[in-house]
């Protein structure tokens, strides 16, 4: 682990991993707010260095003196400080859910210093996507042979109906996993360890997004951009995946049959190849 400081004095954490001669792969968390931890298994993907950010208030990162610093767009400035710290003129950045919509701010703010995008499983709401229900509903029927679907399904009815409670968003978790194992049920176990709730609060506040904005921003952006996404991921299913691919002039879809909303996990090697062959084209 090392640490830099943020524009606003802040101490940051990023872990750094693996080498090689690509440009590096700065990827950022999801949850919002999670501690980077969890991405742990991108260390040293597509054979060359891997930086992990520790978001504010996350992980190893201090916790900032203005609690308003949360707020997506507040947190570019981190990205780019991070950039900077490392010397670099220009990476390739990976977003994984929540974290996909920091990645596409600094797209807006910094499109100049990506050289690549990658985009897992997205959060849309930087880009103004919205998710109809029955596409979440649809992903979610394709586990249907599961012995826990029943229960699950139903709660992801009322989740969808807007009618969800902390209860029923705990019971559709399983629609977020290729494979309801033990390994997903300690990945969702370790999400309110790892998650900061307050901050969580803010990251998507008021004031934090201008969707036209972030379109027209990306339909100027001419560098690649790979959206990865799994079957049966009710939380970005294909559909929500394939329009977001398709706001980038050089977007591309991938979808790994079966996978759910952490696809590294579901199939290590589908993901690991579809990365390495895209950063290296």
Request: hydrophobic share 40%.
């Amino acid at each position: 682990m090392s640490t830099f400081s943020a524009p606003d004095g802040t101490l940051l954490a990023y872990h750094s991993s693996g080498s090689g001669d690509g440009v590096p792969l700065l990827c950022l968390p999801g949850g919002p707010m999670r501690d980077s931890a969890y991405l742990g298994g991108l260390d040293g993907l597509a054979g060359r260095r891997v930086v992990r950010l520790d978001l504010r208030g996350t992980g190893a990162s201090a916790v900032p003196a203005d609690p308003a610093s949360y707020r997506c767009d507040r947190l570019v400035e981190d990205v780019e400080a991070l950039r900077v710290h490392l010397g670099l003129d220009a990476v390739d950045v990976l977003g994984h859910s929540a974290g996909a919509n920091l990645a596409a701010l600094y797209v807006t703010r910094h499109a100049e210093r990506v050289r690549r995008l990658v985009l897992v499983t997205p959060g849309a709401a930087a880009a103004g996507i919205a998710t109809a229900p029955e596409e979440r509903l649809a992903a979610a029927r394709l586990r249907a042979g599961e012995p826990w679907f029943a229960e699950a399904y139903a709660a992801l009815e009322e989740v969808t109906a807007g009618r969800g409670t902390d209860e029923t968003f705990g019971k559709v978790a399983p629609f977020f996993h290729g494979t309801w194992d033990d390994a997903a049920r300690e990945l969702e176990a370790d999400t309110a360890r790892q998650r900061n709730g307050e901050a969580a609060g803010v990251y998507g506040g008021e004031g934090a997004y201008d969707p036209e904005a972030t379109r027209a921003a990306f339909a100027e952006f001419g560098r690649p951009v790979l959206v990865l996404a799994g079957e049966g991921d009710a939380n970005t299913p294909p559909p929500t995946a394939a329009a977001y691919a398709g706001l980038f002039p050089q977007g591309r879809l991938e979808v790994l049959k079966g996978g759910g909303h952490f696809p590294w996990r579901d199939d290590a090697e589908w993901f690991a190849g579809r990365v390495a062959e895209f950063l290296d084209a």
